[in-house]
């Protein structure tokens, strides 16, 4: 530790603020109350959350603050969001910020999973406790210098100021001083005032990482090099469950550049994290790895899902939603009777079929065994499980494995799964501890992702003789995310029917939801959002049927339906899970709700008068605790084309830490809704995929992305309102106010995603 | 055999047929320019040859020989790609930024044969790079503005 500070020091680098290497307790004080408690948000995450300073900031002697970045960036802005966060608490510069990516190593930096849409809002506090503690310091440390009292001394952008004689310090100076002192109590913490802020909630700090990007030299996991490293490619059995028979790589080797191949082992189902087996072509460069792998001969044992047919799959989906029974979710009234003797009834059901994530990047990692080490580079939206897996692997501690994170091209739920990792790791062993750079082709991302699951939705209304809405059945049938860890899985988890089966907050008196068993056949994973795709699609897109059937004006019935301003304890619709938040600080408010669609409404113009084959959309849905409502606009040519001139997107996420940041996460969702309503589909034939890249797997390019698209915001009171989720929730309501839109400028009712042919002639 | 590349010449020992991608990425180093699908279907490893965008990763490095390659890391010798790459940041147009170098170098070739393209020439010449993150109305707005600061007279 001193010979690093030393030799750190040596090189005019003064780690200030790492000196003490104190890490706080995680989570709250251990008082035995507290812990009798359940834990939500934050507190309730894998190793919690770290606030104290000396571990997130250091600065240089020439004023250089650098902050360390403990999420995995990949597009939503965590890198920019949360330093900046410190910056403006600590009063830094932002011109003069770095920011530096942390190893995996929650232990350290607390929870590092960049899932679920929660890193601001899980860690908007502790990073303003990072940053405050840091300026306290900083102001504790001028006073002593000065020999003032701390009263009279304040920091403001990067220096602090003695106010009586105006003497100023720079925090490059006041570093090292200010790293011997104490860490402030967390009680003791003084924040700055709304009005002071500087970045938070503005738009001032630019990406952190733009500059880089637009010249070319940002890193990513692909673009690690390191001394003396070769290259490696697997060629992955075909369907899951698949294993390796006998290969013959006699052609293979003779490919120039081809250096050797090797094996890895294949994991019988459930899939986990782990790799999933085959042959290993490693080769002096990437491209040679890829030519011997065309060169390889191999057979397969047949595993258990090498019939895999979605296109008969469906068809046993859509079986068991249309029978009644499957596992009860939810009991109000009795939806059965009502719907039995009621006035008027609607029935529909909805298909969404397997997605791939398809990240720009496919999965790459590069590995350095080093016997009783190893050291990898990835982009990884999970460094932590990348660690452990990775050391259970190579039988080695999780101590013993460093993930570094490099910036990810794209993640969108597919990096959080680290197999690919595990084979760099395994790869760099068998090759006696040299280093490989493993690198997954498209064909291999769309073949072998962890896919979005396969779903038939099947819904039910009665209306009384006024057109009220007295009975809502919902069965919902998809093979659930917790097969891909217990094999016998057949129902979805609380997480994915808390994704708008079971909490959807309308005000309809008998209400049944159903969820019967579906097997997977497949590694179903997380996609952008998860289940609140199907189920957002399937339920915004029946209420625009309902209103149409109801002749009544689309908006007013959803808003019926949400009907009064109430805060529902989610506990009470059946959902413990609520994003993991509390009950209490995130009830599921309908007002806020309402607002969004009054407000999307609003902006977008809603029932403006427009010519025959032009058409507007709405829907609306409450997902990772933030409110969303989009309206799109569609024309529609008589051939069937599809046009979006304009998005109107709003969302209600709480207070609004990096607002530019936000916009661009709501465009992009809006452009993913659209990808995967249009164009999206992994369709399986005898087990495997039957699309390999962009030509089969087709994603909306820049003359299918909508004219305009505009964001709304629903101003926060105040930065004490707790925080709503950003990267997911703005995808779910895209496609039913998609399909809604064409269903009003073409009178066609899509009920089966991707829209792809079906609206031609 | 030689290829000039960003105004450098290299000589560069592989195979005729290895795409020029995997030559710069692997070979020289240059990682600016990114490997995305490998059939030519989505862009991110576009580079210019003697001014004219081209797919790197399905290009032989063979019909670059003695020929100009210009890539990301170049691309602010051109004005246009000053402009493109000034009103990139303005516009904060990436996300996660993997597909931008592509972006950049198509909106930069866009821009040198077409100094003022419509909305129908920027779809047209834009819709071969994929962006998964959506960025496309920013892209959209980027090139237009950098399309009149270059009227202007201004480079970005």
């Known amino acids: 530790m001193k010979d690093n500070i030393v030799n750190i020091s040596r090189r005019g680098f003064v780690k200030g603020f790492a000196l003490s290497g104190l890490v706080l307790a995680v989570g709250l004080p251990g008082l035995s109350a507290e812990e009798e408690k359940p834990k939500y948000g934050r ?125 100023k310090m720079g925090y490059g100076e006041l570093a090292q001083a200010a790293a011997q002192l104490d860490v402030p109590e967390r009680s003791s913490l003084q924040y700055k005032s709304a009005e002071d802020f500087r970045y938070i909630g503005k738009n001032s700090s630019k990406n952190i990482d733009g500059q880089a990007i637009a010249t070319g030299q940002a890193e990513y996991g692909m673009d690690v090099r390191l001394d003396d490293m070769v290259y490696a490619v697997v060629a992955h059995p075909p369907a899951y469950g698949d294993t390796l028979k006998s290969f013959d790589d006699s052609e293979a080797l003779k490919v120039p550049g081809v250096i050797k191949t090797l094996t890895l082992p294949s994991s019988p189902p459930p899939a986990v994290f782990n790799p999933l087996g085959g042959v290993v072509v490693v080769a002096e460069n990437t491209w040679a790895a890829m030519e011997g792998r065309k060169k390889l001969k191999i057979e397969w044992n047949k595993g258990p899902n090498s019939d895999y047919d979605s296109k008969a799959f469906r068809q046993t989906l859509e079986q068991s939603a249309k029978q009644k029974g499957g596992k009860v979710l939810r009991q109000l009234g009795d939806a059965y009777k009502t719907l039995e003797n009621a006035e008027s009834t609607l029935s529909a059901g909805y298909y969404i079929p397997h997605l791939a994530q398809a990240p720009m990047e496919p999965p790459v990692a590069t590995a350095h065994f080093q016997g009783d080490a190893c050291e990898l580079w990835a982009s990884t939206q999970n460094p932590q499980a990348s660690v452990d897996t990775v050391a259970k692997w190579l039988e080695l501690k999780p101590e013993q494995v460093t993930v570094n994170v490099t910036l990810l091209g794209g993640g969108f739920g597919r990096k959080s799964k680290p197999d690919y990792l595990v084979e760099a790791a395994l790869t760099s062993k068998a090759m006696d501890g040299k280093p490989v750079k493993l690198v997954w082709t498209r064909e291999d991302d769309i073949q072998h992702a962890y896919y979005h699951t396969v779903s038939y939705e099947h819904l039910e209304a009665a209306f009384d003789e006024n057109g009220k809405t007295q009975a809502w059945l919902h069965r919902t049938v998809a093979p659930s995310i917790s097969s891909t860890f217990d094999a016998s899985s057949v129902h979805q988890m609380p997480i994915e029917i808390g994704m708008g089966v079971v909490n959807i907050p309308y005000a309809i008196p008998n209400i049944q939801l159903e969820n019967p068993a579906a097997k997977n056949h497949t590694r179903i994973g997380w996609f952008r959002s998860v289940s609140n795709l199907p189920h957002a699609f399937a339920v915004q897109s029946f209420i625009a049927e309902m209103a149409h059937q109801q002749q009544r004006d689309h908006k007013e019935l959803l808003l019926e339906l949400i009907g009064d301003d109430r805060q529902i304890d ?51 849905h409450y997902s990772f605790v933030s409110y969303v409502a989009a309206v799109v606009e569609v024309e529609v040519s008589d051939d069937g084309e599809v046009s979006i001139p304009q998005v109107d997107i709003a969302i209600d996420c709480g207070p609004q830490v990096n607002p530019e940041r936000i916009r661009s996460q709501l465009e992009g969702a809006c452009v993913m809704g659209i990808s995967f309503a249009m164009l999206g589909e992994i369709s399986f034939k005898d087990g495997v995929a039957e699309q390999d890249n962009f030509d089969g797997y087709q994603v909306t390019r820049m003359d299918g992305a909508p004219g305009r698209i505009n964001v709304h915001f629903v101003p926060a009171k105040d930065y004490n309102q707790p925080l709503g989720g950003v990267g997911e929730p703005g995808m779910p309501p895209i496609a039913p106010a998609l399909c809604n839109a064409i269903f009003n400028a073409t009178k066609k009712r899509i009920r089966n995603l991707p829209i792809r042919y079906q609206l031609e002639a | 055999m030689k290829i000039t590349i960003n105004e450098q010449v290299h000589q560069v020992d592989v195979p005729d047929d290895m795409p020029i991608l995997w030559a710069l990425r692997d070979v020289l180093g240059m990682t600016g320019t990114k490997f995305g699908c490998g059939q030519s279907l989505c862009g991110a490893c576009t580079v210019m040859l003697d001014g004219q965008p081209i797919r790197s990763c399905v290009t032989p490095v063979k019909q670059a020989e003695n020929k100009k390659l210009t890539t990301i890391e170049a691309i602010s010798e051109q004005p246009a790609g000053r402009a493109i790459q000034a009103a990139w940041l303005e516009k904060n147009v990436p996300q996660c930024g993997y597909c931008q170098s592509g972006q950049i170098v198509s909106a930069t070739a866009l821009l040198n044969t077409n100094p003022k393209p419509s909305d129908e020439d920027i779809n047209n010449a834009m819709s071969g790079n994929i962006c998964r993150c959506g960025t496309y109305t920013r892209i959209r707005d980027a090139i237009k503005q950098a399309a009149n600061k270059l009227e202007a007279g201004h480079e970005g």
Not at chain 1, 61 to 75: L, Q, S, W, Y
Not at chain 1, 91 to 113: I, M, T
Not at chain 1, 585 to 600: A, K, M, N, S
Request: charged residues 20%; glycine residues 8%.
């Open chain 1, 43 to 167: 507190d309730a995450m894998p190793n919690g959350w770290v606030d104290n300073p000396l571990v997130f900031v250091s600065i240089a002697e020439d004023g250089t603050v650098t902050i360390v970045a403990h999420r995995a960036e990949m597009g939503q802005g965590v890198r920019t969001s949360l330093p900046m966060v410190v910056a403006d608490e600590m009063e830094a510069d932002w011109e003069r910020v770095k920011v530096v990516q942390a190893p995996g190593n929650e232990q350290k930096y607390g929870n590092q999973n960049t899932d679920g849409s929660r890193s601001v809002r899980h860690f908007f506090m502790p990073m303003r406790n990072v940053g405050s503690a840091a300026r306290m310091m900083l102001e504790t440390a001028a006073a002593a210098m000065m020999a003032v009292p701390v009263s009279e001394v304040k920091a403001l952008n990067h220096e602090v100021i003695h106010q009586p004689s105006g003497r």
């Open chain 1, 570 to 620: 989610p506990r009470t619709l059946q959902d413990d899970w609520n994003y993991g938040q509390s009950p209490e600080i995130y009830p599921i408010d309908t007002g806020r709700l309402r607002r969004v669609v009054e407000l999307v409404t609003d902006k977008a113009s809603w029932g403006k008068s427009l010519p025959s084959g032009k058409g507007q959309g709405l829907a609306a």
